[in-house]
């Protein structure tokens, strides 16, 4: 649930102060928190249908294959446009047009397309992915992916649903008989227990290990219990704010690479159903017996 004695709506003043918990007007808050959420993520993946397997124009961040396209652009700007309607004071970090800052305990982080290049090859495996921080730790998020038509959204403490309706993490119990997920970034990790030597490692001892494209329907899928548990070694923020807050309120566990609490402003990520946690831990970090 959102939880807060000060927040700020981006009225006149800036600030709404309530001076002890006042549950109506915190109520309010979650609720015009969620209606802008959920309509800017609507309005953003119409951007994505309407551009969807059309000639697009196509520039290049890091990495040859490291896309943005045109749609990439609107879908963002038709997102600011609508945060900014209801909470004009609330910081904005975005992955194309960076970091918006404002004096703000509410942050809104945002990917526009996630698995752009998918988006870009016409495959149906893409995504408008928007989380909401307050104080340090994120408390909402939806994740939309028009073309299979499922919508995700979690708000903490409240559960997770995917097209409104309750989802929950798989029971599976052992690593080795689950059903794995991962990516690859776009610029090679030279690094002990990087992408290819974790992901070699893995299927050698026969585990199936699915790679997307993108990290936000990932983390969703675990979410849902289509995938037991998933890592990567080098996301940004807004591949995995909204998502992380989905995995949890179904009942998932989201860390670090060694098992650590988990920040979306450090690279690396395991999501998994928490029952096969630990071990797919051991096995990224090689404490197992090969």
Known sequence: MCDATKADSGNAAGIIKISA????????LCGMLKETLIKATN?????????????????????VNNLVTEADHKSEAVIIG??????????ILTEESGDLSQESEYKWIIDPIDGTVNFANGLPICCVSIGIEHRG???????YNPFMNEFFF?????GATLNDKPIHVSEKSEAM?????????????????????VF??????????????????DLCWVAAGRFDGFYEHKLQAWDSAAGIVIVEEAGGRVTDLKGNEYSPYQPGIIATNGRIHDELCRWINTEVEM
């Open 200 to 217: 070699s490692r893995l299927i050698r001892k026969g585990i199936p290990v699915r790679r997307l494209g993108s990290a936000a329907i």
């Open 82 to 91: 609508i945060i900014k309607e209801s909470f004009p004071g609330h910081h």
């Open 177 to 197: 008989k689950s059903c794995l997920a991962t990516g690859f970034p776009y610029t090679y990790l030279d690094m002990p227990n990087g992408p290819l030597g």
């Open 137 to 143: 730790k994120m408390i909402m998020g939806a994740v």
């Open 43 to 63: 309005e953003a993946a119409k951007v994505l249908t309407a551009y969807f397997n059309q000639p697009l124009v196509i520039t290049h961040k890091e990495g």
């Open 154 to 158: 979690a708000e903490r403490g409240a």
């Open 21 to 28: 918990p006042s549950y109506k007007s915190l109520n309010y």
